[in-house]
């Protein structure tokens, strides 16, 4: 049986999960995040999808996003995950799934309930103890520094 069709309508916001697969790491290092950031950035732009808010977690990641079309998250998200995938495997010789299943997403429905997710996505470092503030978190769009 086919999957339902995700349904991620042109301007509205969204809040997308995706987990590594089994909660394994799926950023090991700097490079990783790094990767996987420039490839974020890359199909957003390509796919017309503007990114609000995100954090990188060292197993899975948050993502506040606004597509302009109706298919453009599907596609983006597709796209990324298995260009990460295909990276990740690769580099450290691994074979299976990173990604546990498809990304989970969570329409936002007015400009309060978008603040609040966009602060829950940029405290999930300070929630996890990674950082005494939202700022000094390097994978995060709150980080305040250079990088």
């Given at each position: 049986m086919?999957?339902?069709?995700r349904?991620?309508?042109?301007?509205v916001p969204?809040?997308?999960?995706?987990?590594?697969?089994?909660?394994?790491f799926?950023?090991?290092?700097?490079?990783d995040?790094?990767?996987?950031?420039?490839?974020?950035r890359?199909?957003?732009s390509?796919?017309?999808?503007?990114?609000?808010?995100?954090?990188?977690?060292?197993?899975?990641?948050?993502l506040l996003v606004?597509?302009?079309?109706d298919?453009?998250?599907?596609?983006?998200m597709?796209?990324?995950?298995g260009?990460?995938a295909?990276?990740?495997?690769k580099?450290y010789?691994n074979?299976?799934?990173?990604?546990?299943g498809r990304?989970?997403?969570?329409?936002v429905?007015?400009?309060?309930h978008?603040?609040?997710?966009?602060a829950?996505?940029?405290?999930?470092?300070l929630?996890a103890?990674?950082?005494g503030?939202?700022?000094?978190?390097?994978w995060?769009?709150?980080?305040?520094?250079?990088r």
């Amino acid at each position: 049986m086919a999957r339902k069709p995700r349904v991620c309508p042109a301007g509205v916001p969204q809040h997308l999960i995706h987990r590594g697969a089994n909660r394994q790491f799926t950023f090991k290092n700097s490079a990783d995040f790094e990767f996987y950031l420039s490839t974020l950035r890359r199909y957003c732009s390509n796919f017309d999808v503007h990114l609000c808010a995100w954090v990188l977690m060292s197993n899975h990641v948050h993502l506040l996003v606004i597509p302009k079309t109706d298919t453009a998250i599907t596609l983006m998200m597709q796209r990324l995950a298995g260009s990460y995938a295909s990276y990740f495997n690769k580099r450290y010789k691994n074979t299976g799934p990173v990604w546990e299943g498809r990304f989970r997403n969570v329409p936002v429905v007015n400009h309060s309930h978008l603040e609040q997710i966009k602060a829950y996505i940029e405290q999930n470092p300070l929630r996890a103890a990674l950082c005494g503030n939202v700022t000094d978190y390097q994978w995060s769009s709150a980080y305040s520094g250079k990088r």
